[in-house]
């Protein structure tokens, strides 16, 4: 078992979970996934026809990173929106150790990234009912929230200083 954790970078759609995850994934060395590339294709058309997920859309898209995670032990980056609290322990239910990158950050700032975005299927009404579904992470909870406001890379340092062996922040809860 390795000691790096499976990092699982989450937020709403626009938040920067795939530009962050794989410049991370890079750093710490670790394989990278998409949480994206695990829906089903009725998962996609259903949010590029501008209809909101729900919950038995999800468990079976959850349930299937979950198997990859488990897939991991010795560490991983993997982008997953991971909006509520139930579906975060789905994925720590995996038996590997899951450490959250939660980036956060004013909706208005998120929403003009997603609107300036070309070849997504995620249209931009759809962030309302995004941050309808999203339960910050708990004091209990394993990992750190980040503000996009900063660069990508500065999210990265924090994200691998908080991962760091001794920090106080990696893998146990805050
Ligand atoms: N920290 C950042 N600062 C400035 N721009 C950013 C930052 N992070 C991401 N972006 C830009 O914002 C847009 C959304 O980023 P990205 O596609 O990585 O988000 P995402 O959370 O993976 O989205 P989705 O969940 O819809 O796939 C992209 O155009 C990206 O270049
Ligand atoms: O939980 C959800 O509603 C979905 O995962 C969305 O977050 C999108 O898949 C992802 O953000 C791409 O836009």
Redesign the pocket.
């Known amino acids: 078992m390795g000691t790096t954790p499976v990092v699982v970078v989450m937020?709403v759609?626009?938040?920067?979970?795939?530009?962050?995850g794989t410049l991370l994934a890079d750093r710490l060395g670790v394989p990278y996934a998409e949480g994206?590339d695990f829906h089903p294709p009725a998962n996609v058309a259903k949010m590029a026809a501008g209809h909101a997920l729900d919950d038995e859309d999800r468990w079976p898209w959850l349930r299937s990173i979950a198997a990859w995670i488990h897939d991991h032990p010795s560490g991983a980056v993997v982008?997953c929106?991971a909006l509520k609290r139930g579906y975060r322990d789905l994925l720590r239910g995996a038996g590997v150790p899951v450490w959250f990158l939660h980036?956060s950050g004013d909706p208005e700032l998120i929403r003009a990234?997603?609107a300036?975005?070309t070849g997504?299927f995620?249209p931009p009404e759809l962030l309302g009912s995004q941050y309808a579904a999203l339960e910050p992470l708990g004091a209990d909870e394993p990992g750190l929230t980040v503000d996009?406001a900063?660069?990508?890379q500065d999210?990265v340092a924090a994200a691998t200083a908080a991962l760091t062996p001794g920090s106080g922040q990696e893998g146990a809860p805050r």
């Open positions: 937020g759609s626009g938040s920067g979970k795939s530009t962050v994206d982008t929106s980036l990234r997603v300036a975005r997504h995620m996009v900063h660069t990508p999210i």
